[in-house]
C-alpha cells in the first residue's frame, strides 16, 4: 500500500472513530492493497474504481463491515453476505465483531473485493425492484381518493422519492400511525417534494 493512495479525509474518520480503529485500519490496508481510490462519501470510507463505488467502510454498535455496493450480484461463495434490511436491494455487508475475524478472513474479503471490482467492470447492473412493485399503504390509498390532487402530485414526484414515502408509511405499525405520517408529509408532496428536501 503506498502512502499515495490514502485520503486523509479517511485518516481524520479513523482519527476521530470511538470504536473500531484497529479494525478500519486493517480493512483499509486491505482494500487498498488493489487498485482502488479512497474517498469519504456517506460520511463513511469509500473506496471507487474509475469513480464507481465497490466497497464503503462503516462501523456500528456491535460490529463493523464491508459494504458492496453491487453486493447482491456477488457469488458469495462463502455465504458471508448480509442484506441489512429487507428493503435494501443492491448492497450486502460483511459483518466483523473483532480485529481477529478481519485477520482470519482476509484472503476472502481480498476475493469478495476482486470479485466486486470485476462486476464493475463487466458493467454488471443490479435490476431494482419497480415503484410500482411497491404496495400502497391503504391509509395512503384513502387519502388519494379524499385529495385527488395528492395522488397526482405523488406520481409525478421521482421514483426514489416515491419509495421513500412507502417504505416510511407502510413502515409503521398501528394505522393511526401510518395516518399521522401521512398527514405530517401531504404538504410536501403537494410541494412536489422528496421526504428530505
Known amino acids: 500500500m503506498t502512502d499515495t493512495k490514502r485520503n486523509r479525509k479517511v485518516d ?23 487498485e482502488l481510490t479512497e474517498d469519504i462519501k456517506w460520511m463513511h470510507p469509500c473506496y471507487m474504481h474509475e469513480g464507481k463505488n465497490i466497497v464503503l467502510m462503516h462501523g456500528f454498535k456491535e460490529y463493523c463491515a464491508l459494504l458492496f455496493q453491487k453486493g447482491v450480484l456477488l457469488k458469495d461463495t462463502h455465504k458471508i453476505l448480509i442484506q441489512q434490511t429487507e428493503n435494501v436491494q443492491a ?28 462486476v464493475e467492470k463487466a458493467g454488471l447492473k443490479v435490476e431494482l425492484k419497480d415503484t410500482k412493485e411497491y404496495e400502497i399503504p391503504e391509509e395512503l390509498g384513502a387519502k388519494f381518493e379524499e385529495l385527488p390532487a395528492l ?38 408532496i403537494l410541494d412536489g417534494k422528496g421526504m428530505n428536501d
Do not use: C, M
Open 12 to 34: 481524520g474518520f479513523i482519527k476521530k472513530a470511538k470504536q473500531w480503529k484497529e479494525e478500519y485500519e486493517k480493512l483499509r490496508e486491505i482494500i487498498l492493497s488493489f
Open 151 to 188: 395522488k397526482t402530485a405523488f406520481e409525478e414526484l421521482t421514483p426514489g422519492r416515491q419509495r421513500a414515502y412507502l417504505l416510511y408509511f407502510s413502515g409503521a405499525k398501528q394505522s393511526k400511525t401510518r395516518v399521522s405520517r401521512i398527514e405530517k408529509y401531504t404538504p410536501q
Open 91 to 118: 448492497a450486502r455487508q460483511i459483518r466483523f465483531a473483532n480485529l481477529q475475524e478481519i485477520i482470519e478472513l482476509e484472503p476472502i474479503i481480498k476475493d469478495y473485493i476482486r470479485e466486486a471490482i470485476e
